[in-house]
């Protein structure tokens, strides 16, 4: 009898275990810029729950699948010597470990990053660098930047397949997107991508891109298989932040200049924009809690946006800085 209790209470704990597990709230990092910080965030509750310090001047940043590793990218970059190549090592990534609360390593890198992405097994990290019209591979196993891929005249945005075949970097210089084969790690093809393309999402098909136009300000449509311009959708000036709902059709756009959060549904062609003020900036949707994370360029907040009503349902006061790329953990 007591062993049949025993079993049961395990098989109990096993189950509760999993339940929670399973409706765990997802956890949103932030690199915070200026403030020289990332931060992590509990979506269900939307509290600060870690500070990150010494990481300079983070932008982009990217989370391993399986939650374990941060890698962030600096906007920080020292002078490079007139001596050596424009290979030299002149910015630093940063490889965070949010269980021991620090930076585990620095990697050097050539060129201040903008962006990153991380290939869906976990295994590689690349970071756009504007100023080397080129992309960086880090390889997570050795924590070494193994290639670097000419893209274009000042790359911002990567965006990779979920098989892990082909990565898509916007090249904002000359109104481009490259494809990259990640098995060759060679540019195949290059695609249209409107004027100035910045940041990238992808349908839920994966059968077309929509890229923000900020100098028109617009978002377009691109066609995966022809690589042409086939929609653009006017949204306001200086448009910047860009990722689709969860219902799979509704994109979310910010536009900095007209202070407006825009939702774009890409079947009907509809548009419906809320003022957001100042200044919002980048934008994620959080998965499967409805809401949608907003911050802004001009003062240290982020706005959790419900994502049908478009209504600001919390304010996370930020402590100090400005919100970037977002990378969440489910």
Do not use: C
């Not at 880090?138 to 000419?150: A, E, G, Y």
């Not at 911002?156 to 970097?169: E, K």
């Amino acid at each position: 009898m007591i062993h049949s209790l025993s079993r049961a209470l395990t098989m109990l704990f096993i189950l509760l275990g999993g339940a929670a597990t399973a409706f765990a709230s997802p956890t949103v990092y932030i690199p915070l810029g200026s403030a020289n910080q990332v931060i992590a965030v509990d979506a269900k509750t939307h509290r600060i729950t870690a500070k990150y310090a010494n990481v300079t001047n983070p932008h982009g940043l990217v989370a391993t699948p399986d939650g374990e590793y941060l890698v962030a990218g600096s906007l920080a970059e020292s002078a490079q010597s007139p001596d050596t190549g424009p290979d030299e090592p002149t910015s630093k990534l940063y490889l965070i470990h949010p269980a021991h609360g620090h930076v585990m390593q620095t990697i050097p890198v050539a060129g201040w990053s903008h962006h990153q992405a991380i290939t869906p097994d976990g295994r590689y990290v690349i970071s756009t660098h504007a100023t080397r019209g080129d992309v960086s591979v880090l390889d997570m196993t050795t924590n070494q930047i193994v290639r670097r891929i000419p893209t274009g005249p000042a790359p911002n945005y990567t965006l990779i397949t979920r098989d892990g075949r082909r990565a898509y970097v916007s090249n904002s210089g000359d109104g481009t997107i490259t494809e990259i084969d990640l098995n060759s790690w060679k540019p195949l093809r290059t695609l249209e991508g409107g004027a100035s393309p910045e940041h990238m999402v992808f349908s839920t098909d994966e059968q077309t891109f929509y890229v923000t136009n900020p100098r028109i300000g617009k978002v377009a449509a691109i066609s995966v298989a022809s690589g042409k311009l086939v929609r653009t959708y006017e949204i306001g000036p200086d448009t910047h932040g860009l990722d689709i709902g969860d219902d799979g059709k509704t994109l979310f756009v910010t536009s900095k200049k007209a202070a407006t959060l825009s939702a774009v549904n890409t079947e009907s062609g509809e548009i419906r924009s809320v003022s957001l003020e100042p200044a919002p900036y980048h934008l994620n949707t959080i998965p499967d809690t409805g809401t949608l994370y907003v911050s802004s360029r001009g003062k240290p907040v982020i706005w959790v946006i419900d994502q049908q009503s478009l209504k600001v349902i919390k304010t996370i006061d930020l402590p100090g800085g400005e919100g970037h790329q977002m990378a969440i953990v489910k």
